[in-house]
RNA sequence: CGGGGCAUAGCUCAGUCUGGUAGAGCGCUACGUUCGGGACGUAGAGGUCGCAGGUUCGAAUCUUGUUGCCCCGACCA
């Protein structure tokens, strides 16, 4: 069986997932180290993503702002703990021109800046300062504002979509008046991103805490979203912090109450990046290439004429026209009337996951009827139906195809979660080679027994048990 | 930043050991025959062999340096 992917999932699992990005045209490795290049059709699933996102952060009555890009290096001197967090992978700007210098361009030695500048990892910080002259008052507050944006962290293993050195992401700040309100806003958007990725990504996620061990730099709680990858993975795919007043004890951010006091308030930060991609084409795609769920599909319906010499105009205006019609109730709609063969371009959708291929011959054209094909399911789901038959029955089509990829996948989580009773029968699973989540008493993975398996097997805690927070799961991740 | 590998056509790679005019497959272009889940033939276009030095009559090949990429670690959304 010749697959459009290879090496296929079961044979390579991470050379397969590279060349899944180049067979559906979604990204390249750029001529910066660590940064990616998305191209048109990887950017366009994006802006689907981003578009239901920020629905979804506006409607729980968040605004839209825009930060600036560098940070004054003492920005993050005033939270000790943060610091330490991102240190490390921080991008330095020191000088504002460049200079010809032997032939080259090289930054002048007489530019050199006095206070360098932070390329942003994170925001919390430049925030931060705004957010202490805005809040003034009880009631200025809730404040609450997200930002669409690049951040850099100089990584040093980079992987398209999972982790580059740039990506883009969205990362709210809320700030409020108690620690009750910034606790129940971080859950809030927890529970937000969980919703979406079921609803918009197709994806089941795994929800909970972060364990102080993994929790993000400078929160008192971190909330986490984790995916199963196909090969058993788990992907963090979005976090919520509660940052308690540790932020607004930093950079002043203080309110003057009712009862006349002066009061440091507490504030909350959330992001989803563009991980949540390499997510969705991790989770849906197989080795004939990428599997989109319609929700964020650039063209959830290709239309493909099949001609012959002496059909192709006609035939061509035809795909046409049923591309209009389509159109016309809402669905995003390509029709490939370019003058491939029929075979090269059912390939080139297939690789590129559209949900629905639509493919319209003579007969079709004649009798009224198409061939459609669902990307789910594969050449066994081909149908015929009549124009109006179709017409009436595509956008439900769609929705059943957004649903059962979703069942899809909550089956195949399933398999990939395993209670543990011990750290014995952890250590037999590892060594064995089973893969997935292992669901254990959290109490009994703080010793170094367990940091030793830590080592030897490159697991991880991923959060707690939401349902009952004594246990936590564990896995190995991206 | 440690350990290993690689750098030759758009892509995947051979050629390097043993120095002697740059190769294959796929892809691309044209024409013909094909045509409803990856067709075939013929003809073409396409590379200063990562970069800089050295050895040599002559370097993709030997040598020194350098840069970048991949895999495995440490770090991480």
Redesign the pocket.
Known sequence: M?????PTREENF??WY?NLI?AADLAE?S????CMTIKPYGWAIWELMRDEMDKRIKANGVLNANFPLLIPIDFFNKEAEHVA?FA??CAVVTHHRLKMIDGKLQPDPDAELTEPYVIRPTSETIIGEAMSRWVQSYRDLPLKLNQWVNVM?W?????????????N?QEGHNVFATHEESNADARKMHKMYAEYMANVLAIPVIMGEKTPE?R??GADHTY?VEQIMQDGKA?????SHDLGQHFAKSFGIQYLGTDGKLTHAWTTSW?????MMGGLFMTHSDD??LVLPPAVAPYQIVVIP????ENVDALNKFANEIGEQLRSIGIRVLVDDSD?????K???W??RGVPL?V???????EEKT??V?R?DL?????T?LSIDEFMASAQKMLNTIQHDMLVAVEERNKKMITDIKDLAELESALESGKIGFFRIKYDLTTNDEFDGL??KY?I?RRCLDEKDPTYVFVAK??
């Not at 001529?31 to 660590?34: A, H, L, T």
Request: hydrophobic share 30%; proline share 3%.
């Open positions: 010749k697959t459009a992917i290879t991470s050379e590279q180049t490795n001529p910066v180290r660590g967090g490390k992978e962290r990584e040093m293993r980079p992987r398209l979509f999972l982790r580059t050195a740039e990506f992401w993994e993000f730099a986490t992907l963090q795919a979005g976090t992001g989803t990046s563009t991980r004939d290439g099949i001609t012959r010499d491939a063969r029929a075979p090269d059912m390939w080139k297939i690789k291929r493919e319209i011959g003579s007969r079709e054209m198409l061939t094909t990307r594969g050449k066994s789901s081909k015929t830590i080592e490159k991880s991740s991206y």
